[in-house]
């Protein structure tokens, strides 16, 4: 039993509770009684709204399914299928063109391109490193990684190995700010005269500041297509002694907006949990979290990183950001918590809860007079996922002003970025834009959870292609093609961000550096990685491409992906998988799926590199589980493969997963008894897919993780 205390007629979960009056109440300008009102207010009377939501989505789901099965004989043409969907509401029509009005983003959102890093917000350790990832070493990046082509073997540092990074540094400098003559190789030395470099720039404008004195600078600071390096001199640094110029590091900037998450990278089930997720995120917008760490072999204390501070070529000092522009991830509309039960006894929405709790945080950022801020602009900015079409987003922007309404804000503070992750969003994206357009700050793609959505919606339509075969289809190519179209039309470049999705293989820097340029090159002013390394890496690619003359390019070649691309269900044509192939499929999706399950059901860990069949790492969390769990379910719906063959596919991964664990002195094995909550859940996931809402994966989840967390804990008693 859950301790609880009343508050404005909800029962609150004393752990949420006493964080709202003791920690986030105080210095917010906000008091408790109207924090608690505003919310019940919410949950009474858009509580109803919500569920009919829902309702609505299974209602078009049940539509499309048995539209499916009347045409499993005789496949309608892609139009009757399009004629049915605008007669079921799922494609809405199209309003006249428009362009969002958006105003006050910082210039991370409105006009500078560059990585976006997401950090699962309950880890104290990483969200710290996230929003001081800012700024990184490319030599470490280079050095530590496979970038180069290998790995860095262990011991002492490697000299020819640190030559490499050198080489590729300094061809990065030519490429992206080369000298009027000559190479930034063959330079003896760096210093500023009359207020630029010597030797001279071939655009001396890209020369912005420097630390030190003129003459002998310890750092320059460098700006191109809106993003800044830092060349750092330092003749005693053991890399800057054996330099000829003292270059110690090329610091480049590199996340300039993190996502601190909520939503799919975390295990938050409970009101203990959501208490910890917020008060993360306050100590980040307060700017005082602090984690004391334990790093090589040290204890250290990480906190928030100070700002940077320069001489202009004017003389004047310069101040730059240490941190990153920080967004915060919200649920969707989907979930209830047990945080907050109404006056009912009943769950209140998980979405409204994190929009009251996270706006309340991000207030102690607005009402800072001194000291780094987060938005320079006023701004707080909202994450919202898996958005089912226009209306979904609408309700969103309706949560947000009853937010803002009650909490005292202008109208509008509260800034959207819509996740163009469900399909019903893609295929009808300028009115789900059209439905924000007043505060929508991003409409990002790329997104796993897309694929998930595409496999549910077209479920009765016949067995979907392999996962790994996915990205080839036609519908992924005109989703990314559409959403920058649109964007583009919509008039979000100098207002918000057009994003791209998450690099899924965090270990894999060479094959990153060497595609991931795709994104800038699409016209995206902002991708996905997976962590300040990969941060870093990918800045180069917004080196090389402008992505704002990208955008002005492709906004005058026309719209590109069709919709009927875009509905093109990746059902596959003329099934001839081997036997082996078949193996291959359903233990690869058993291992990633077991890989996330048992580590986010018996250790609370929301996001997890796990390897797969081939041994690739790949970040797996709820999206990643929410394909592999769906593809399974669609092949046994289908007959394509038994549920013997799955089960004895969970079983046999369920062993390599417990050996692949094995130095985890918290981790609970799953074979031989095969009868822990983790491997259920999974099985859950598999054997009951067909029955979660949009195929999504946090009802199992939620439910094997509150049951484990209840058999652990001392009971308490009811207030
Ligand atoms: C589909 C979607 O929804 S995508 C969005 C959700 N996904 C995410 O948020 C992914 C975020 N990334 C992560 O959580 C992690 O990188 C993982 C789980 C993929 C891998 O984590 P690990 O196995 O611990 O990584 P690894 O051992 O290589 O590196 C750990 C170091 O990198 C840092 N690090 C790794 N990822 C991040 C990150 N996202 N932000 C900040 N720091 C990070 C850690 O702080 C740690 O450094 P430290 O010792 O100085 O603290
Ligand atoms: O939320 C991200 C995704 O890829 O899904
Ligand atoms: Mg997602």
């Given at each position: 039993m859950t301790d609880r205390i009343e508050k404005q007629g909800l029962q609150v979960d004393i752990r949420l509770a006493e964080f709202i009056t003791?920690?986030?109440?105080?210095?917010?300008?906000?008091d408790e009684d109207t924090f608690w009102a505003g919310l019940a207010a919410m949950v009474r009377d858009l509580g109803p709204e919500n569920r009919a939501l829902l309702n609505r989505r299974q209602q078009i789901q049940d539509q499309i399914d048995a539209w499916h099965r009347e045409h499993r004989d005789q496949p309608g043409t892609l139009a009757d299928y399009k004629t049915f969907l605008h007669q079921i509401g799922y494609l809405l029509p199209e309003g006249p063109d428009f362009t969002i009005d958006t105003t006050g983003t910082d210039p991370e959102i409105a006009h500078v391109a560059g990585p976006q890093l997401v950090v699962p917000v309950m880890n104290a350790r990483y969200a710290l490193n996230a929003a001081n990832a800012r700024w990184g070493s490319l030599y470490d990046a280079l050095y530590g990684?496979?970038?180069?082509g290998d790995l860095p073997t262990e011991g002492p540092f490697d000299p020819e190995r640190g030559a490499r990074v050198i080489a590729w540094g300094r061809q990065f400098l030519d490429e992206v700010?080369?000298?009027?003559?000559?190479s930034h190789t063959d330079t003896d030395s760096y210093r500023i005269a009359d207020g630029t470099l010597v030797p001279a720039?071939?655009?001396?404008?890209?020369?912005?500041g420097w630390q030190g004195?003129?003459?002998?600078?310890t750092a320059i600071l460098l700006r191109n297509n809106g993003l800044h390096l830092i060349l750092c001199i330092d003749r005693s640094h053991p890399i800057g002694a054996t330099d000829r110029v003292g270059l110690s590091d090329i610091r480049l900037e590199s996340a300039l907006s993190v996502i601190m998450d909520c939503e799919d990278s975390v295990a938050a089930v409970d009101g203990e949990d959501k208490a910890l997720a917020y008060a993360n995120w306050l100590g980040l917008m307060r700017g005082d979290l602090r984690e004391a760490i334990s790093k090589a072999g040290r204890m250290v204390v990480r906190e928030l990183a100070p700002d940077l501070h320069f001489t202009a070529p004017d003389g004047a000092p310069l101040t730059l950001k240490g941190r990153a522009l920080m967004l915060v991830r919200n649920v969707g509309h989907l979930m209830t918590t047990p945080a907050v039960l109404d006056e009912t006894g009943a769950e209140i929405f998980e979405g409204m809860l994190d929009a009251f709790a996270t706006t309340l945080c991000a207030l102690h950022d607005l009402g800072?007079?001194?000291?780094?801020?987060?938005s320079t602009t006023g701004a707080i900015y909202v994450v919202k996922p898996k958005m089912h079409g226009p209306e979904e987003v609408a309700f969103a922007d309706t949560i947000f002003t009853r937010v803002e309404t009650a909490l005292g804000?202008?109208?509008?503070t509260v800034k959207l970025g819509i996740m163009d992750e469900e399909r019903r969003t893609s295929a009808n994206l300028k009115e789900c834009i059209r439905a924000a357009r007043h505060r929508v700050a991003f409409i990002n793609t790329g997104f796993l959870d897309r694929t998930g959505d595409e496999i549910v919606t077209g479920m009765e339509a016949g067995p979907m292609v392999r996962k790994g075969d996915m990205k080839a289809t036609r519908w992924i190519a005109a989703y990314e093609d559409r959403n920058v179209d649109i964007g583009l039309a919509c008039g979000l470049p100098g207002r918000a961000q057009i994003g791209k999705g998450m690099?899924?293989?965090?270990?894999?820097m060479a094959e990153m550096l060497a595609t991931k340029i795709a994104h800038p090159r699409a016209g995206a002013s902002c991708a996905w990685v997976p962590s300040p390394t990969a941060a870093t890496l990918h800045a180069t690619h917004y080196h090389r491409i402008d992505v704002g003359a990208r955008q002005t390019e492709l906004a005058t070649r026309g719209p590109r992906g069709s919709l009927d691309d875009l509905l093109t269900l990746p059902v596959a044509q003329g099934i001839n998988w081997s036997d082996e192939e078949l193996h291959q499929e359903i233990e690869n999706n058993a291992q990633g799926i077991l890989g996330y399950v048992v580590r986010w059901v018996?250790?609370?860990?929301?996001c997890s590199k796990v390897p797969d069949i081939a041994n690739v790492a790949l970040m797996e969390d709820r999206a990643t589980c929410r394909i592999s769990s769906q593809a399974l379910v669609n092949w046994l719906h289908h007959g394509v493969v038994s549920p013997e063959q799955v089960m004895s596919a969970l079983k046999k991964m369920a062993a390599v997963v417990d050996r692949q664990n094995q130095?985890?002195?918290a981790y609970r094995p799953?074979?031989?008894?095969?009868?822990?909550a983790a491997f259920r859940a999974a099985c859950d996931l598999v054997?009951?897919?067909?029955?979660q809402p949009s195929g999504y994966t946090e009802p199992v989840l939620h439910a094997h993780r509150r049951q484990v967390k209840a058999e652990r804990q001392p009971q308490v008693t009811e207030a």
């Open positions: 003791r920690e986030a109440i105080p210095g917010s300008g906000v990684t496979d970038a180069l700010t080369p000298l009027a003559q000559g720039l071939a655009n001396p404008a890209q020369v912005v004195p003129a003459s002998a600078p800072k007079t001194e000291g780094p801020r987060n804000l202008p109208r509008h690099w899924a293989a965090p270990d894999r018996d250790q609370g860990i929301g130095g985890d002195p799953m074979a031989p008894g095969f009868d822990g054997f009951s897919g067909r029955n």
